[in-house]
């Protein structure tokens, strides 16, 4: 099986900006950022994507919202951040590792007007 970019990251073979990492999952920086904080939260376990999860995957899912958590008191914004997570091609995914997108310091509200 080919390794996706996600996991060429966590296996060092490619470079990337970590700033959170366990023994459950690893947390970079974005590449192309779409905002002036842009993090990825990626389950070291190969997920192609959230709607393959299992039942057995449910701490694992829980463990990465609370890295979100955490990595968004790290980096100091933790009052005010989007999370995202694309699922499948047609919903913009382009990577199939599952990964939660963390955006901070710019407005999404516009996406869902009240
Ligand atoms: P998605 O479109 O939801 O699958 O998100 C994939 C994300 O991975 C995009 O925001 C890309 O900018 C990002 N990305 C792709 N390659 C790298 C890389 N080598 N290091 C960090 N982020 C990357």
Redesign the pocket.
């Known amino acids: 099986m080919t390794k996706t970019?996600f996991e060429k990251?966590i296996d060092r073979e490619?470079p990337?900006n970590i700033v959170y990492e366990d023994d459950k999952c690893i947390a970079?920086?974005?590449?192309?950022p779409?905002a002036p904080i842009?993090i990825?939260i990626i389950p070291k376990k190969s997920i192609p994507k959230l709607s393959e999860a299992k039942k057995a995957d449910e701490v694992l899912l829980g463990h990465l919202m609370m890295v979100v958590k955490k990595v968004a008191e790290q980096l100091g914004v933790q009052d005010a951040f989007n999370i995202?997570i694309?699922n499948g091609e047609k919903a913009?995914?382009?990577?199939f590792h599952l990964?939660i997108?963390l955006l901070a310091g710019k407005n999404f509200t516009d996406l869902f007007p009240g």
């Open positions: 970019i990251i490619l990337s970079i920086e974005d590449i192309a779409k842009h990825l995202v694309n913009g995914q382009t990577v990964h997108h």
